[in-house]
């Protein structure tokens, strides 16, 4: 999601347990994840190292447990690389920081569920982008290292890089895998994500196509996050979407590559309005990706968190709009 179209809620409300909506399970999907970003941790961007419930916050985990009492069982959890570790690429973790997130990973991976682990930097540190592609290995190997005994747990490598060389993502890319399995965690998935914003629509047009292919992993369990918004510009940014069907029609071409080249896709952010078109369009675009479930391994929204408040793609219980009206229309996908 491109943080600088949307409005950040300015404050944390405490939320009660949610009630489970009515939508009923649907035991024939294909799709391996079914889920839903948890953001928050990645708030307040320009002011580090930031308070803890005054610039970002952490996850409501009676909300998660919500989600996963539905169905959902993957949660791709944002946060800065800049509060993990501060400073410098190559230094040590913030303890507290660390802390929360280790808390949140360990309950949602005590449950079954899957915990993606996903600094939300576009390919930049304290805004500057990354091109000590050592360090970015480095800084991959610390965090990795702490959660390298977790086989429920994802490593995405970064949040949507854009507006960089095409042959320096795809180095940051190979150095993020490269320091995840000099850490020891050689189970786990690793998420690499393009360049303009990992668009799905986009993939080929963008220069991805050509290049991250080469990408290489010792224990072969790589999957490619793409994203993918429907609105007219595809930036997330509008209520309304183009068409009842643009959902599918954008995801094409991504999958064109993925089943030419043997790879497997994520859709790591999808969202759209309440609208009835919208919703359309959502139904259109999972039933794509289910039908399609040779190449693509599931799907997460954008996004919950305690912060959203009045949100038009909010999905946090109870009373977020994307909760309490596109979720129960797609929940057979979960």
């Known amino acids: 999601m491109r943080f600088s179209h949307i409005a950040l809620a300015a404050s944390a409300a405490s939320l009660a347990v949610a009630r489970p909506f009515s939508g009923a399970a649907n035991s024939t999907r294909r799709l391996k994840w079914f ?37 959902m069982n993957m949660f791709r959890l944002n946060f800065l690389m800049e509060r993990l570790i501060p400073n ?17 990973v360990n309950h949602i991976t005590s449950k079954g569920a899957y915990a993606m682990i996903q600094p939300h930097n576009y390919g930049r540190y304290y805004n500057n982008i990354i ?23 994802v490593f995405d490598t970064n949040n949507e890089f854009h507006d960089m060389n095409q042959t320096l993502v795809v180095q940051l890319n190979q150095a993020a895998i490269d320091g995840i399995r000099a850490a020891g965690a050689r189970t786990q998935y690793i998420t690499p994500e393009g360049n303009s914003w990992t668009g799905a629509w986009t993939w080929i047009s963008s220069g991805n196509g050509d290049t991250m292919g080469a990408l290489t992993d010792p224990s072969n369990k790589l999957i490619y996050q793409m994203h993918q ?9 509008h209520e309304d979407c183009v068409s009842a069907t643009i959902m599918s029609e954008r995801l094409a071409v991504a999958t064109n590559w993925l089943r030419t080249n043997k790879k497997l ?15 359309a369009a959502l ?17 997460l929204w954008w996004a919950a968190g305690p912060w959203w408040g009045d949100y038009m793609y909010s999905m946090e219980p109870p ?8 979720l129960p229309q797609i929940s057979t996908y979960m």
Request: with cysteine.
């Open 265 to 279: 896709g994520l859709l790591g952010e999808y969202a759209a309005g309440n609208g009835t078109t919208c919703v």
């Open 283 to 299: 139904k259109d675009g999972l039933a794509y990706l289910d039908a399609n479930s040779d190449v693509w391994t599931g799907a």
């Open 35 to 71: 889920g839903i970003n948890e953001s928050g941790a990645e708030f307040g961007s320009n002011t580090f190292p930031g308070l803890y419930n005054k610039d970002y916050t952490w996850y409501d985990l009676n909300s998660i447990d919500t989600f996963i009492n539905q169905g």
């Open 319 to 326: 009373t977020g709009t994307a909760y309490t009206v596109v």
């Open 229 to 237: 918004y429907l609105d007219s510009d595809g930036s997330g940014s």
């Open 131 to 153: 091109t000590d592609t050592a360090g970015f290995k480095q800084w991959w190997k610390t965090v990795a290292a702490q959660f390298a005994n977790n086989t429920l747990v």
């Open 88 to 104: 410098t690429l190559n230094g040590t973790l913030d303890p507290g920081y660390l802390g929360n997130l280790t808390q949140v």
